[in-house]
């Protein structure tokens, strides 16, 4: 259990022993600095501990958001602050240096001096100016932290609450305190009487558990979940944390339901559809509650963010596959387009992992700054770190668009995030036919890939910055590429040097389209198929022979997944052989999960995978050439798809073994995703 130590003198009456309780701390008084530095001293090393004024008043929620949440190691809001097993020994140290400072008074019995008013997240002495402040937002919205160094962090006067100048101890000691924004919300130590009653009248004026409830909502989401799913959807995440659910199996509820739905699709009955439209709905309301429920309850985890994003592809693929399957029940074979579909998906997918990773912490060539929250193609690119971004035609036409609200909606509806696709595969596999559906979303993806990826190109080509070498490694791991174009890339790496900025997006480029041409058009016996895959090995190793730091390097990795899904995708529809379009689905749906991990590893600040898993695979380009070569050399009707299947169960196995080894024994920091929605 986590452990608590209330400091300086008790009032009677204050409800706050009980609310700490309530949050899951054993409680501990400490009248005076030495004793709380004893207690914290003796507290168990591996639990959390929390230092908080014993004159503390405020919303339960705002002690919860400061001293609960998983995913920093030290938080505070005024006259609280919270330390987990890392940060310890920060902790400890800088209780030291106070309690040590000979010049650093200990609070007068009547408290520091502190006020409050509603609406308020601030401590403030009546004759002195704010010295500690909680970032405040308006009610409701998103608490995104502000990390030390943003303003919220200034050095505590000596009369401060013991809590507060621990606090600034931290801070000064390197230790990164995380200070949430609190709305309206109330956090103050009050200095007298007077000053608590009105902080517990600001108390009253304001509904903790109505902030909370706005505050379990994402605050940038979809048309559809924003407006159809959110507003009784956090009303489901309260019901399960009351009675005790997790996030995790929630999310779990949500698979399970949207598996019905595949199955449900691929009886090919009309009834079948129908239940299939209104589970996988049931499902994306079970995907958004898990998220809410996190963000209601504070339970983030590693597992969790990876859980959730994985298991929203595994989902819509599976539901995929059930809509071939009902319709090879009728006698439509749509596997093609199921596949298409999947390939298309997942590449739309790569472009944004790929841009906003070559971006998320880019610095500006000069010194002029501009917005850049959003982009033409309707995706975030912030920088991340709040470094300098120069300004483009296109961030500026974004944000011109981004002061009329309805263009905002417009913008978020058209890339066709998840809650707007479901929401139209679950209509029309109810209303029409799957080859309608598949008609409908290739459409749609389509034209969203087109729109985002056109204005990211924009604004790469005339903005003016530098790749960070994260970012450039990033993207270089990203690539996926394996053994033979590590060779490739050890022997052209000279040349490559000297080859002008967009030269290695052409050549990845130029080898794609080599490869795909050559299995569409040449000869399924021909040796010519095999020569398309030998240039595609080559231009690949040569494309990533360099540092990753042109304007279109984040191409690069895109283009190496429609290569590889693309080839597969001809090369089964070609061979016309039985089972090999289900077969080549699952390959796709194997290497894609690879992909999709990979992806999660690096946002999740994890690194990418070991590179022995990536040799094990092949790489890109290796899975591509033997492919192909099975293409080539299959001498019987049954032996392609045979192959297929066998690459693609062995692909599964090693990435899914090391992914789940990965997931479970990382140790990594706690995670949430508050991005664009996927």
């Known amino acids: 259990m986590s452990t608590a130590i209330l400091t300086g003198a008790p009032v009677p009456g204050s409800p706050l022993e009980g609310d700490l309780r309530s949050l899951g701390f054993d409680v501990r008084t400490a009248p005076g600095t030495e004793e709380a530095r004893s207690l914290l001293a003796a507290a168990p090393s591996t639990e959390r501990v929390a230092l908080v004024d014993a004159r503390f008043v405020g919303h339960v929620h705002a002690l919860r958001l400061a001293l609960t949440d998983p995913r920093f190691p030290a938080a505070a809001v005024p006259g609280a602050l919270t330390a987990r097993p890392e940060a310890r020994g920060a902790l400890l140290s800088a209780l030291t240096a106070v309690a040590g400072d000979a010049g650093t008074p200990e609070p007068r019995r009547g408290g520091a001096a502190a006020d ?21 937002t308006a009610a409701g919205t998103a608490t995104e932290p502000a990390t030390a160094g943003s303003g919220s962090a200034a050095s505590a006067p000596a009369d401060a609450p013991l809590a507060d100048r621990v606090a600034s101890a931290l801070d000064a000691g390197g230790t990164a305190v995380t200070r949430p924004e609190l709305g309206s919300l109330v956090a103050a130590v009050p200095a007298d009487a007077p000053a608590r009653e009105r902080a517990e009248a600001a108390v009253a004026a304001v509904d903790d558990e109505a902030v909370r409830l706005r505050s379990a909502v994402k605050a940038r989401d979809g048309f559809f979940t924003t407006f159809c799913v959110s507003p009784y959807s956090r009303y489901l995440a309260r019901w399960c944390a009351r009675r005790g659910l997790t996030p995790n199996q929630v999310t779990t509820a949500s698979l399970v339901t949207a598996l019905i739905a595949a199955a449900c699709a691929a009886t090919g009955t009309r009834g079948g559809f129908v239940a299939a439209g209104a589970l996988l709905l049931f499902s994306f309301v079970l995907d958004c509650t898990d998220g809410q429920l996190a963000r209601y309850s504070l339970q983030y985890s590693t597992m969790g963010a990876w859980l959730d994003a994985t298991f929203d ?61 959003s982009t033409v193609g309707g995706a975030a690119s912030g920088t991340g770190t ?11 036409l974004s944000t011109r668009l981004d002061s009329v609200a309805w263009t905002v909606w417009v913008r978020r509806m058209i890339v066709l995030p998840i809650g707007e696709r479901w929401a139209m595969i679950a209509v029309l596999t109810a209303l029409t036919t799957p080859r309608i559906v598949f008609y409908a979303l290739l459409a749609g993806c389509a034209f969203a890939a087109c729109y985002t990826t056109a ?57 794609g389209a080599a490869v795909t041409a050559c299995a569409a058009f040449a000869p399924l016996d021909s040796p010519v198929l095999l020569l398309g895959a030998l ?11 360099r540092r990753m730091g042109g304007a279109l390097d ?19 529809v070609r061979s016309d052989v039985p ?6 689905f699952g390959l796709v749906a194997a290497v894609a999960y690879h992909h999709y991990d990979s992806v999660y590893r690096i946002r999740g600040g994890t690194g990418a995978p070991p590179r022995r898993l990536v040799r094990a695979l092949g790489g890109h380009e290796g899975r591509t050439l033997l492919v192909t070569l099975c293409a080539v050399l299959s001498t019987r009707a049954l032996d392609f798809p045979l192959e297929l299947t066998v690459i693609a169960v062995a692909v599964a196995l090693i990435a899914l073994v090391e992914s789940i080894r990965f997931w479970v024994s990382s140790g990594a920091p706690a995670v949430h995703d508050e991005g664009e929605p996927a």
């Open 386 to 396: 709040g470094k300098a971004v120069v300004g483009t035609p296109t961030s500026a």
């Open 535 to 545: 240039v595609y090995v080559l231009t690949s190793g040569f494309a990533v022979a």
């Open 313 to 373: 592809r595994a989902k819509e693929y599976a539901y995929y596959a059930g809509l071939a399957l009902g319709a090879a029940r009728g006698g439509d074979d749509i596997w093609a387009l199921a596949l298409a579909a999947m390939v298309l998906q997942t590449c739309r997918h790569v472009v944004d992992f790929s841009f906003n990773e070559s971006n998320v912490d880019s610095t500006a060539s000069t010194a002029s700054t501009a917005s850049t929250a």
């Open 579 to 584: 089972g090999a379009l289900p077969a080549a």
């Open 455 to 511: 204005g990211r190109v924009l604004r790469s080509v005339t903005r003016k910055a530098v790749r960070t070498d994260r970012a450039a490694g990033a993207l270089a791991d990203l690539a996926d590429s394996g053994p033979l174009a590590e060779l490739v890339a050890r022997v052209l790496r000279r040349p490559a040097r000297a080859l002008p900025g967009p030269a290695p997006f052409l050549v990845a480029l130029a080898g």
């Open 116 to 136: 409050a008013r509603p609406g308020s997240a601030t401590a403030l002495a009546p004759s002195e100016p704010a010295t500690n402040t909680a970032t405040g």
């Open 554 to 572: 984040w191409l690069v990795p895109p283009v190496f997944r429609a290569a590889e899904y693309g080839t597969v995708l001809v090369l089964a």
